[in-house]
């Protein structure tokens, strides 16, 4: 039987992802946001109607609550690109758990193939024998 799964192939691509993920940069959960807000400034435009300053937030869910953290405006094209790299990093741990489910399963079929292929051997020998 032709089998597209092998143990090894699979060890192998789980291998292959573990190092990918070693080469990961940094990384951080939550969604990045880019709105708008007032300055809290009394004599700024804002205050009156006026345009909002644009502004960058992180947020996350944490106990089921949504936190959310002011992004420097400076730091915001790089914390973007974390959170993207969050996102990469977490479709890789999601694959290598499916890998390595698949890896479990295919192990027992495999064996019990070995051992058939070991009884069958050993029924052949016994049939040479004197
Ligand atoms: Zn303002």
Known sequence: MMELDSESTLRAQIKARIKE?????????GSFMRTERKCGS????????????????LTS????????IYIPVDLA???EGWVAEHRRV?????EIDELGERLIKIH??????RERNIA???GCRKEESP
Do not use: Q, W, Y
């Open 21 to 29: 993920l070693g080469k990961a940069g940094m990384f951080i959960s």
């Open 42 to 57: 009394k004599k700024c435009a804002c205050a009156t109607g006026g345009a909002k300053h644009p502004c960058c937030l």
């Open 61 to 68: 869910k944490v106990n089921g609550k949504t936190k959310a």
């Open 77 to 79: 094209d790089e914390v």
């Open 90 to 94: 977490k479709a890789m741990l999601k």
């Open 108 to 113: 027992v079929r495999s064996r019990r193939r």
């Open 120 to 122: 069958a051997a050993r």
